[in-house]
């Protein structure tokens, strides 16, 4: 068993010129990820899902989010709820399969009935055979627990450890910064949802999404109209890192169809977009017609299941009209995201050399990647001090 | 319970049809009310009810009614106790 101790964490808690990143037992070794299942990602505001998963009122989805069983609704009035999915009494698994709950949420074992809201409805018998109250059982004290929850671009955050500032606060700066994409957003459909499954540590695929220096090698593809200097660095220190490109070049079908664009952008974005890691674990990209959101699931230590949903600026660009340049575009972000897994997969192996320190970044090119390096450090390093 | 009823149930459960299984309920707590079985009605009853919360019938709020009439269930939300 590695110890988890300040000096592992001090090399990466420097400036970006002399700091090592993360050493090798914070992507090889369970203890760390145990670790950083609590510090990094209960401690703040983790990706679990999309509201597009739970689209109609009724709708209901069980989520395992590192071990954690937990239970998206949407209740009668449109509304969002993150609840844990155990029940009250014998804490049994309340929804084992996403569906539709026509009226309350049933438990099967001793079927004590909750409201879409989580309030404690019925619990039956609960005082002998046709007895269904009982003085020592106290309805408004049972309801499910509540997880925190909110809902940026679709993605829904919760905070487990409930103790997290609130996001709109955490994220004060990015909500800012793209304040300009708070518009209604809409999915596209069964062609724009696509999950790739990597043999990976989760940091590494954050780690490769924040910086645009692999771009030139990794997707050659995008040379020809986005070099490396049409980039730049996004650096929000403690809340988000990533790049941003000047070259967007939006996708025409083979027609002229383009989707439409949000309304009121300001004109820089007609040739830029941005993408954003949103510390722990959420990846966003924004153009000025379509947005992306990546919710990166760690299964294991070194496995990971990255969910990309692609959402549009209008209810048409969601229809027939549109279904073959969605599907170009979806085509075209996942063969991006392809050519990735080779390089978050090799650095995981490249983690199992007993020799490498973590390794060095470039001042000029790796500040986003080294910003998470010293976010993650930072988050470990409080959790072991609210440890002592 | 009849032979019938009870047959009617089992299938009623193994389809997971629950609209069904909230009528055969109240069926077998009326029947068991009739050979005054208060006990056993108040069983039945408590299960139709149950199945109309599940799947949001409006049976449930009169069902939780007479639960509550005899003392057996919170009062239903907006009726007078």
């Given at each position: 068993?590695?110890?988890l101790n300040?000096?592992?964490l001090?090399a990466?808690?420097?400036?970006v010129?002399?700091?090592r990143?993360l050493?090798?037992?914070?992507y090889i070794?369970q203890?760390?990820f145990?670790?950083?299942?609590q510090s990094?990602?209960f ?5 679990v899902g ?9 709708d209901?989805?069980p989520i ?5 069983p937990?239970?998206l609704?949407?209740?009668r009035d449109?509304e969002?709820g ?9 804490g049994?698994?309340?929804?084992d ?5 026509e009226?309350?949420l049933?438990c099967?074992y001793?079927?004590?009935?909750y409201s879409?809201k989580g ?7 609960v005082?002998?055979?046709g ?6 059982v ?5 309801g499910?627990?509540r997880?925190r929850h ?5 993605v ?10 609130e996001f709109?606060k955490?994220h ?7 304040a300009e994409?708070?518009?209604p957003?809409?999915h596209?459909?069964?062609e724009?949802?696509f999950?790739l499954?990597?043999?990976t540590n ?16 990794i997707?050659p593809?995008l ?11 996004i650096?929000q ?5 990533g790049?941003g ?7 025409t079908?083979g027609?002229?169809?383009?989707f ?15 993408y954003i ?6 990846l966003l990209?924004?153009h ?5 959101a990546i919710v990166l699931?760690?299964?294991?230590l070194?496995?990971?299941?990255e969910?990309?949903?692609?959402y549009?600026?209008?209810?048409e660009a ?32 490249g983690?199992h050399g007993?020799?490498f320190?973590?390794?060095r970044f470039?001042?000029a090119?790796d500040?986003p990647?080294?910003?998470?390096h010293h976010w993650?450090a ?11 | 319970?009849?032979?019938?009823l009870d047959?009617?149930?089992r299938?009623a459960?193994?389809n997971?049809?629950?609209v069904r ?6 069926a077998?707590?009326?029947t068991a ?6 006990e056993?009605a108040?069983?039945?009853r408590?299960h ?5 919360l599940q ?6 709020v009169?069902?939780?009614?007479k639960?509550y009439l ?5 009062c239903p ?5």
């Amino acid at each position: 068993m590695q110890e988890l101790n300040h000096d592992d964490l001090d090399a990466v808690l420097t400036d970006v010129s002399t700091a090592r990143g993360l050493p090798n037992a914070h992507y090889i070794s369970q203890d760390r990820f145990e670790a950083e299942r609590q510090s990094v990602l209960f401690n703040n505001w983790s990706g679990v899902g999309f509201g597009k998963d739970v689209p109609e009122p009724g709708d209901a989805k069980p989520i395992d989010f590192l071990g954690i069983p937990l239970l998206l609704i949407r209740d009668r009035d449109g509304e969002i709820g993150v609840f844990q999915n155990t029940c009250r009494h014998r804490g049994m698994i309340l929804i084992d399969a996403p569906r539709k709950i026509e009226g309350a949420l049933r438990c099967p074992y001793h079927s004590w009935c909750y409201s879409l809201k989580g309030a404690l409805k019925a619990t039956p018998h609960v005082g002998g055979p046709g007895q269904n109250t009982h003085a020592a059982v106290r309805k408004s004290e049972l309801g499910l627990i509540r997880v925190r929850h909110y809902i940026f671009q679709d993605v829904v955050f919760v905070n487990i450890s409930g103790e997290a500032p609130e996001f709109e606060k955490v994220h004060a700066n990015l909500m800012q910064r793209w304040a300009e994409f708070s518009q209604p957003i809409y999915h596209g459909g069964a062609e724009s949802s696509f999950k790739l499954e990597v043999k990976t540590n989760w940091k590494l695929a954050v780690e490769n999404y924040c910086e645009s220096y692999h771009l030139p090698w990794i997707h050659p593809g995008l040379n020809s109209y986005s070099r490396l200097e049409d980039h730049y660095n996004i650096e929000q220190p403690g809340e988000y890192s990533g790049q941003g490109t000047e070259v967007y070049r939006q996708l025409t079908s083979g027609d002229g169809l383009v989707f439409p664009d949000f309304e009121g952008l300001d004109p820089k974005w007609d040739s830029a977009a941005e993408y954003i890691a949103v510390y722990p674990n959420v990846l966003l990209g924004a153009h000025r017609d379509h947005v992306f959101a990546i919710v990166l699931e760690p299964m294991a230590l070194d496995r990971t299941v990255e969910h990309v949903e692609l959402y549009y600026t209008k209810p048409e660009a969601t229809e027939a009209a549109y279904a073959n340049i969605r599907g170009e575009n979806a085509v075209l972000w996942k063969g991006v995201f392809e050519e990735d897994i080779f390089v978050v997969e090799g650095m995981q192996r490249g983690r199992h050399g007993v020799m490498f320190d973590g390794g060095r970044f470039s001042p000029a090119m790796d500040g986003p990647t080294h910003m998470f390096h010293h976010w993650v450090a930072f988050q470990l390093k409080q959790g072991m001090q609210e440890a002592l | 319970m009849t032979q019938d009823l009870d047959q009617a149930l089992r299938w009623a459960h193994a389809n997971k049809d629950f609209v069904r299984l909230i009528g055969l309920y109240e069926a077998a707590a009326v029947t068991a009310e009739e050979n005054n079985q208060a006990e056993a009605a108040a069983f039945y009853r408590t299960h139709a009810y149950v199945f109309a919360l599940q799947v949001g019938d409006l049976r449930g709020v009169t069902l939780q009614y007479k639960l509550y009439l005899q003392g057996r269930e919170d009062c239903p939300e907006g009726f007078t106790r």
